[in-house]
């Protein structure tokens, strides 16, 4: 048998590298958006170099004989995507050339690097039955997405192929970090009214576990959990989908007083119930009895935990004052300007029966940012005062309070554009949650704007694997890759939110972005016409904004727009700042955008600044304006750009 150690693991060629043991493509360093049949394809044909791999070759590795597919539609869409992500081109290649009527060829030079007995420990024979269970490494990957996290699951598999079954009735013992999920409790009330409060009760079973031990056991945050809420998928696919080891289920159900908790942990691998457990406590002592969950859960996976693990042990709470905050919750959660106005009030509820709850605070901080951020009443910025004021009260109340310290950190970000003290606030918020994935992505997005483009990427890469599927996450991600000019990846992502929500229909226009700083003019007006068709625009200016296009190209397309929206203003000279800096550079009014960028710098707007005039590639010409420049020095980013 070939030793382990005498094939590579690591392939390099022009600046990307494939781990072939994780089944990752990285690019100068940073993971990209590749999996499944094209990473298989591409693994296949970095092994031949320079040789040519026919379609039947292809066909027997990636799709065998009892895999009913068109085949070959399903490996020109690997070769195309694959090709997209590697910027490559059929016409003039790089690195795959099609050889016609035969199969292909992968051209560039190939470094291969062995793997060390430091990162492999052991080899699963290929004919082993564990090894027929499993499912194709490249698969795996897919599972999660953080670097470490995928390398550890990698060697734990193959350090204890050989005993999962002795073990199968509880944890197995490892150093990597385990994954849990802790799935939607199921309402057993029957009344859909109540979904509040099993909602509500996830999340904070998820806070609770989250704080326990980080470092070793990451939870799952609740956009991603939720989407599993009376889902008709099996253990073994939810597990897959959100890349974890365990999954918590269970129900709740109240009566009078009191509630009723069902709880059950499971392991993916072999849905082997490792757990179970009921509870049945009084509501004032709620909070209690989520510690005391989350404790059983704990004891349940101590093999895999250090000792000094910890836990938040609640205090009694006044049932209308833990409804209250719990209704708050459900409905920020809406992400609505009508959800975040209610959660605002639940919140200011729960704080008026009791003023010292800190985490109601927090709860409130968040509300008033949204509804800035929203720009959900005409006086926004006094409700970014109201947030600042809840934060830091909440912070007052509960210095260890992870998720006050996050909301502060993207005010001070986004509003005060308060660099230091906003990366402070996010460095402390990580510390003491680091479960938290908001946290992580805000962080994430404030070191890319200062220039830190490895540190951000492993911020965003933590905040996806804790929340894989949600979309603001992966939006956020997206957006990130955009900045970073990894145009491959960020249309990658679009798509994938496009397949998860397809009623969101501003991804469109992230998508039409991406192609429009390729160059891709006639693919970034069809993404851009959908984004605006869902965002209302009339039909009738639908067809002016293609109708210029069809004229003048995407810089006629923006032109339309400014002219539409000055046709329809009292005073243009002073409102039409609200149509976009953005639009208006991509317009060619550059004397117009820049005085509207400096009204923006006396206005404090947030996000425009962060996510549009500091990031956005197109807008390169404008950050190169001296004007511009003396507007990033006041802000502190100007040996940035």
Known sequence: MESAFSKPRILRFATFEVDLLTGELRKSGMRQKLAGQPMQVLQLLLERSNEIVTRDELRQRIWP??????????????????????GDSADNPRFIETIPRRGYRFIAPVQGESASPSTLQAHVPENSPKDRRQPPLAHAVVRASAIGVTLGLAIIFLLTWSVRHAASSRVKASSHKVMLAVLPLDNLNGDSNQDYFNDGMTEELITQLGRLSPHRLGVIARASAMQFKHTNKGIAQIGKELGVDYVLEGSVRRDGGRVRITAQLIQVSDQTHVWAEEYDRELSDILVLQTEVARDVTQAIRINLPKEAGLVFSRAVDPEVHEAFLKGRYYWAQLSCDGFLKARDFYQQAISKDPQYAMAYAGLADAYFKIADFHCLPDWQRNVVDAKAAAMKAVQLDSDLGEAHATLGVLLMLYDWDWPNAEREFKRATQLNPNYETAHSWYGMSLLVMGKQQEAVAQLQVAHQLDPVALLTSYIEGMAFYAMRQYAAAAVDARQIMDMYPRFTPIHGLLASVYEAQGRENDAVSEWLQAEAGSGTSPMDLARYRAAFNQGGMKNYWRAHVETARRSMKHPAHEICGIGIATLVLAEEMETAL?????????????????DLLLDPRLDQLRSQPRFQTVLRRVGLAHQF
């Open 65 to 86: 004989e009892n895999t009913f597919v068109d085949y070959d539609l399903a490996l020109k869409k690997a070769i195309n995507r694959l090709r997209e992500a590697l």
């Open 595 to 611: 005085q509207c960028t400096e009204q923006r710098n006396r206005d404090q707007i947030g996000n425009e600044m962060v996510e």
